[in-house]
T-cell receptor
């Protein structure tokens, strides 16, 4: 039982390049989330998927797209990376946002992204 | 605007003493609060939570206190151990909605 896994762990991009961050969970969770962590800002929600087939914007969605590929996988795409997107990105999941709205979230280890 | 604030970026405590980490929030509608612990190069892990209908919740060495009138949350760790050295995030939500996280407090427990 690996929990929440993220790939890659580290990535360096040039401005304007695109990339996809991958996230998978093996806990049969319905809800999945993408956060970014910046110094002095805490963790901020980018997008979430309450259940398979649905996605919604969080606090800071601009510049990102997401895909809930299936129940296990939730990817985050940067179409044209900008230096302001330099951050640590965390994926998280929990049982079901609708049925258990206060359920704790399980986090992956993070992806450290630098955009030059 | 930051709805959840942790005004102390760092805290150092001697092993065996009490660690007190503080968190303030601005949204009076928040009704569920959590603390997460984060080690370097790892994701945050859940530590303890409290609902707004309570003012205290204990789990072993960890106790969370909620003062709704002051919009203030605190985490007490007694006794502190070197393995407690980590970054601690508080988070708050209105039930059914997203969690808002504080900026974190880095705790160092000195042996």
């Amino acid at each position: 039982n690996a929990g929440v896994t993220q790939t890659p762990k580290f990535q360096v991009l040039k401005t304007g390049q695109s990339m996809t961050l991958q996230c998978a969970q093996d806990m049969n969770h319905n809800s999945m989330y993408w956060y970014r962590q910046d110094p002095g800002m805490g963790l901020r929600l980018i997008y979430y998927s309450a259940s398979e087939g649905t996605t919604d914007k969080g606090e800071v969605p601009n510049g990102y797209n997401v895909s809930r590929l299936n129940k296990r996988e939730f990817s985050l795409r940067l179409e044209s990376a900008a230096p302001s997107q330099t951050s640590v990105y965390f994926c998280a999941s929990n049982r079901d946002r609708g049925l258990y709205p206060s359920d704790t979230q399980y986090f992956g280890p993070g992806t450290r992204l630098t955009v030059l | 605007d930051q709805q959840v604030k942790q005004n102390s970026p760092s805290l150092s405590v001697q092993e065996g003493r009490i660690s007190i980490l503080n968190c303030d929030y601005t949204n009076s509608m928040f009704d569920y609060f959590l603390w997460y612990k984060k080690y370097p190069a790892e994701g945050p892990t859940f530590l303890i939570s409290i609902s707004s209908i309570k003012d205290k919740n204990e789990d072993g060495r960890f106790t969370v206190f909620l003062n709704k009138s002051a919009k203030h949350l605190s985490l007490h760790i007694v006794p502190s151990q070197p393995g407690d050295s980590a970054v601690y995030f508080c988070a708050a939500s209105v039930t059914g909605n997203q969690f808002y996280f504080g900026t974190g407090t880095s705790l160092t427990v000195i042996p």
